[in-house]
């Protein structure tokens, strides 16, 4: 892996014909032709921020944040144990990562910025998820920890105290939070209390949020693959839930395929035995790289020796703030436990908030 510099930007758009769960599609309700025309102009606008954010010494310090963070959790780890081009090109750091590893080797070059547009939101979108950082909530797995910057595109600053919401799902292929025949036991309605690998984090004043979780499973019909939606304008209640706002982005990031079947050759993520749908089959990873200019990638380092020691995944998002967008969602998550969303008329069906 090189980090790509920002004057080589990867423009990404996350909209899409995927199949989230077998027999359940949420299609985007942005045209492929006004996606392009979005991603041209936001591609644009981006290759103007790259001297600006050299000068406000924003890429020098987000290098060094997460260069210290990288160390941080590379020395301790994460204690997990107890309880198209882009789709051909290798994320994971071609460095040899020992404890004497500079920052100046390790984020030698300024991140990869990436657009999305309005992709899809998926059917199982939990409304109500909390404020934290910690997501693990005792899930068994490959620990990582997920950093992301958010980028203005209109005005290449940070995007300071912007909400970012993420969701994955477990190392066996279930969302935590929803009931449905096609999310593991649909027989089960105690999962619709469960919170594992979801929750929010407000980004700091350099725009970045970080969560700790465990690498997602897979499940029929897509590759593995982390929901996000970012917030802008929201507000933390005392109940430490958001309120208000708008949606200004919602995508899907992924993962090299030589890391995901390491990861899959690992216990639990090995006792699924639904087939894996690979990157290059994946119909959102298809239409987002189609011409060469998307990466729709975390860029990753491990964390120790073994996989299970963990992985440190970053990536840097340019968002178009004043972009506002519907989202629908499967369950509500409340203080007395989740309630399914009776309108939404099953999976992928879509419930403006």
Not at 66 to 90: F, G, L, Q
Not at 312 to 319: E, F, K, N, S
């Amino acid at each position: 892996m090189q980090i790509i510099s920002l004057s080589k930007l990867a423009i990404l758009g996350l909209a899409g014909l995927a199949i989230a769960h077998p027999g359940a599609h949420e299609p985007s309700s942005m045209s492929h032709s006004a996606k392009r025309s979005f991603l041209n102009n936001a591609k644009r606008s981006l290759s103007q921020c790259s001297s600006h954010l050299e000068r406000r010494g924003i890429n020098d310090r987000i290098q060094a944040r997460r260069a210290a963070a990288y160390e941080m959790y590379r020395k301790r780890s994460i204690d997990a144990r107890d309880y198209n081009p882009s789709v051909n090109t290798s994320h994971h750091s071609t460095l040899d990562v020992t404890s004497q590893t500079t920052e100046e080797e390790l984020f030698a070059k300024n991140p990869v910025c990436i657009l999305s547009p309005e992709g899809e939101i998926g059917p199982f979108w939990v409304k109500g998820e909390l404020v934290r950082s910690d997501v693990r909530d005792g899930e068994a797995g490959i620990p990582i920890i997920m950093d992301g910057q958010f980028i203005d595109i209109e005005t290449c600053e940070p995007i300071k105290d912007l909400y970012w919401d993420v969701w994955n799902c477990n190392s066996t292929g279930v969302y935590s939070g929803v009931q449905d025949s096609s999310n593991g036991n649909g027989d089960d309605d105690s999962n619709l209390d469960k919170t594992f690998l979801r929750g929010i984090q407000k980004t700091d004043a350099e725009g970045v949020a970080q969560f700790k979780s465990m690498f997602p499973g897979h499940y029929g019909g897509r590759t593995t693959h982390v929901h996000v939606v970012a917030h802008v304008g929201a507000t933390q209640l005392q109940n430490n839930t958001i309120t208000g706002g708008h949606v200004a982005h919602i995508g899907q990031l992924f993962f090299d395929q030589d890391l995901i079947y390491k990861v899959e050759a690992t216990y639990p993520y090995n006792t699924n035995k639904v087939s894996i749908t690979t990157n290059a089959d994946d119909h959102v990873v298809q239409d987002e790289t189609e011409d060469s200019a998307s990466d729709p990638f975390f860029e990753y380092a491990f964390l120790g020796d073994a996989l299970e020691d963990g992985i440190y995944a970053w990536i840097t998002l340019g968002v178009n703030v004043s972009a506002s967008y519907d989202t629908s969602y499967a369950s509500l998550l409340t203080s007395s436990g989740g309630v399914s969303n009776s309108n939404s008329g099953g999976p992928g069906s879509t419930v403006n908030l």
